[in-house]
């Protein structure tokens, strides 16, 4: 539990979803939802302004959906952990989403049977974990076909490098600058990366997300609720 409250946003355009979800959420002891917002330009007017820990935000709003939100305010604010609730669960949809995995939930709202799981997710996402509905995970790794287990003894350091940077959502310039390698040695590695895990069929985005989803899962930073 944190020393202080996990400061939380409440964003939907339904306005008696918000609330319900704001109330329930502020009977928790360690949560304060600080505000509430109507649709994705608020959500990032607002986190400019109150900065919360955590954005809950539905998928499909007006003026700017929950995606192109949430990609502002990493990029403005890496830190902030954003949950998405979402009725869609369309592979473009949640691969954008998941570009950038540290401190995300994706949750799909027909599968959200207890509001306590939003509740963990929260503070899982506080922690910089991942979160994913577990029908997306299934449906990201091909129908249930996933890496073997214990892949990573089969990486390198370098390559076990490589891929925690790609889970913290760096692109290939920015690792090679991080780990002071060139762009073209990041881009063999990435290559043995998915060749140990079988991926190297995928398109390159689905690949780079599925590696990043394994990576997450097998050191215990991916939780399905």
């Known amino acids: 539990m944190p020393d202080q409250k996990i400061r939380v946003l409440m964003v939907d355009d339904h306005e008696l979803m918000r609330q319900a979800?704001?109330?329930?959420?502020?009977?928790?002891?360690?949560?304060?939802?600080?505000?509430?917002?109507?649709?994705?330009?608020?959500?990032?007017?607002?986190?400019?302004?109150?900065?919360?820990?955590?954005?809950?935000?539905?998928?499909?709003?007006?003026?700017?959906?929950?995606?192109?939100?949430?990609?502002?305010?990493?990029?403005?604010?890496?830190?902030?952990?954003?949950?998405?609730?979402?009725?869609?669960?369309?592979?473009?949809?949640?691969?954008?989403?998941?570009?950038?995995?540290?401190?995300?939930?994706y949750l799909l709202k027909h599968t959200l049977t207890r509001l306590s799981d939003l509740v963990q997710?929260?503070?899982?996402?506080?922690?910089?974990?991942?979160v994913l509905a577990p029908s997306i995970v299934m449906k990201l790794a091909g129908g249930g076909q996933t890496a073997e287990s214990g892949f990573l003894a089969e990486m390198t350091e370098r390559e076990r490098e490589v891929l925690s940077c790609m889970a913290r959502g760096l692109n290939?310039?920015?690792?090679?600058?991080?780990?002071?390698?060139?762009?073209?040695?990041?881009e063999r590695h990435i290559g043995s990366i998915f060749s140990k895990m079988r991926l190297q069929q995928q398109p390159t985005a689905h690949a780079r997300v599925n590696a990043v989803l394994f990576y997450l899962a097998e050191t215990g930073k991916l939780t399905q609720t």
């Open 121 to 130: 997710a929260v503070k899982d996402v506080f922690e910089g974990k991942t």
């Open 172 to 186: 290939n310039a920015a690792i090679a600058e991080e780990l002071f390698i060139q762009p073209r040695t990041v």
């Open 21 to 105: 979800y704001g109330m329930y959420l502020n009977d928790e002891p360690d949560i304060d939802v600080i505000g509430y917002a109507g649709d994705g330009q608020e959500a990032v007017a607002m986190t400019a302004a109150q900065k919360p820990d955590v954005i809950i935000m539905d998928g499909k709003m007006p003026r700017l959906n929950g995606i192109e939100a949430a990609a502002i305010i990493r990029e403005r604010s890496p830190e902030t952990g954003i949950i998405l609730l979402s009725a869609f669960d369309e592979d473009e949809f949640v691969r954008d989403f998941l570009a950038d995995p540290k401190g995300k939930a």
